[in-house]
Nanobody
Framework: QVQQVESGGDSVQVGGSLRLSCAASPYIVSQYCMGWFRQAPGKEREGVAA???????NVANDVAGRFTVSKDNNKNALYLQMNDLKLEDTARYFC??????????????????WGAGTVVTVTS
């Protein structure tokens, strides 16, 4: 069973940075496409980033140049480095895994978020 725990959320000012982490079950990070989603209050969940087994990564257009997704297979960990945060980045962030083998892309329907997520609040 896949288990993931997100951490690193906090309250930061506009322009600040945060690094989110996702601790996954052993071998998950190395064997599957993984990604990040977020959901802001009153809004639908949206894909933020994805990273494939070989490390090929992609991010959503509205975070390109600011957010970077990475992973550490040895630590079974997934990361989301968020720089130049904006008010609209405020949301609960979830990590996700694709156990179905779909194309590894941001927001893929095959990426399933797990866990309670971690909250990022950006203030002015």
């Amino acid at each position: 069973q896949v288990q993931q725990v997100e951490s690193g959320g906090d309250s930061v000012q506009v322009g600040g940075s945060l690094r989110l982490s996702c601790a996954a079950s052993p071998y998950i990070v190395s064997q599957y496409c993984m990604g990040w989603f977020r959901q802001a209050p009153g809004k639908e969940r949206e894909g933020v980033a994805a990273i494939d087994r070989d490390g090929t990564a992609n991010v959503a257009n509205d975070v390109a140049g600011r957010f970077t997704v990475s992973k550490d297979n040895n630590k079974n960990a997934l990361y989301l480095q968020m720089n130049d945060l904006k008010l609209e980045d405020t949301a609960r962030y979830f990590c996700a895994v694709d156990e179905y083998g779909g194309t590894c892309r941001t927001g893929s329907q095959y990426l399933e978020p797990w866990g309670a997520g971690t909250v990022v609040t950006v203030t002015s």
